[in-house]
């Protein structure tokens, strides 16, 4: 999803434990749509990094706190996938992004 697509094939017992958490874009973070694609340009890091479609769609989702476990299910429907596949890919992607800082993953009372 950052420079390619879903691709997880495992996930951790931490990363199970983070579905009760909301992703959000951190405040230093934007997401730009350009006729060349998607990006998200991280400030604080300076740095830039191309998202694919299904990406994007993450990203998308939670411009605003949202559930983890809620953005699994909406895109599970939208790109079809199973549920459990699509908690893989999602829950890593996130990691990843929040590794990157970009992300926060935060419990539902952290975040104002």
């Known amino acids: 999803m950052l420079n390619g697509c879903f691709g997880a094939t495992e996930t ?25 694609g998607t990006v998200v340009l991280a400030f604080h890091i300076s740095q830039a990094f191309e998202l694919n479609g299904t990406g994007a769609a993450v990203f998308k989702s939670i411009v605003r706190p949202v559930p983890i476990q809620q953005v699994i ?40």
């Open 12 to 36: 951790t017992r931490v990363g199970e434990a983070r579905l009760s958490l909301n992703a959000v874009i951190r405040r230093d973070v934007q997401l730009r749509e350009l006729p060349q």
């Open 73 to 112: 299910k909406e895109l599970a429907q939208e790109y079809e996938l199973e549920i459990a596949e699509a908690t893989l890919q999602i829950l890593a992607f996130l990691e990843e992004c929040a590794r990157l800082g970009v992300v926060e993953l935060v419990e539902p009372s952290e975040y104002p």
